[in-house]
Nanobody, 124 residues
Framework: QVQLVESGGGLVQAGGSLRLSCSVS????????MAWFRQAPGKEREFVAGFSWGGSTTDYANSVRGRFTISRDNAKNTVYLQMNSLTPEDTAVYYC?????????????????WGQGTQVTVSS
């Protein structure tokens, strides 16, 4: 069973950058659709960015498109989220999610495995 561990969160000023990492422990890394979600205090979990299984396509929430980039290093079994031009509205706990050869799209409930989350706080 795949396990996910996020890291790279922290404090950053508005306009700054962070890179989040999701370390994936398990076989057939390329067979998993991967995504990043985030959840701010008092709000529901929302989709941020994701790969289709096979990694041929990407998808971004409108709020982050052009600022965030999802990428993967298959040799390291790691998914990254490069976050640039951060704003206070990006403050949230960020979660990595995975599901095996499925088409979950932006639906959080579809993903079968989740990491523990990493806090991102952007000061104004």
């Amino acid at each position: 069973q795949v396990q996910l561990v996020e890291s790279g969160g922290g404090l950053v000023q508005a306009g700054g950058s962070l890179r989040l990492s999701c370390s994936v422990s398990g076989r057939a890394f390329r067979r998993y659709a991967m995504a990043w979600f985030r959840q701010a205090p008092g709000k529901e979990r929302e989709f941020v960015a994701g790969f289709s299984w096979g990694g041929s396509t990407t998808d971004y929430a409108n709020s982050v498109r052009g600022r965030f980039t999802i990428s993967r290093d298959n040799a390291k079994n790691t998914v990254y989220l490069q976050m640039n031009s951060l704003t206070p509205e990006d403050t949230a706990v960020y979660y990595c999610a995975a599901t095996y050869i499925s088409s979950c799209g932006r639906i959080a409930g579809c993903f079968s495995t989740w990491g523990q989350g990493t806090q991102v706080t952007v000061s104004s």
